[in-house]
């Protein structure tokens, strides 16, 4: 699968404390995470409820707006995207409307 070998790296996945974390902070579907990866970044999918998220619903977002996977990407992957360009040092992000 498409993000198996980056989760097996040590990239956080949907396990049991992210989606007690996701459920707490982002209810149903509001709200979205990314995490940067080598090449670029991975970020949970438009219009799906959290928990029923599993690894290979993560949407493989690049830096030019392309992506991969399964799933369509967050309406707010500008949003990820521009944070994680201007903050090379930050892992991660998070968005609630």
Do not use: K
């Not at 699968?1 to 790296?9: F, I, T």
């Amino acid at each position: 699968m498409l993000h198996e070998a980056r989760l097996g790296d040590g990239y956080p996945h949907p396990g049991p404390l992210p989606r007690l974390i996701i459920r707490h902070i982002f209810p149903g579907t509001s709200g979205n995470l990314s995490q940067r990866v080598e090449d670029g970044f991975l970020l949970t999918p438009t219009g799906m409820d959290y928990d029923a998220l599993v690894p290979e619903d993560l949407v493989l977002m690049r830096f030019d707006g392309s992506h991969e996977g399964r799933r369509a990407p967050s309406s707010e992957w500008r949003f990820h995207r521009d944070l994680l360009a201007r903050r090379p040092e930050s892992g991660s992000s998070n968005c609630s409307a």
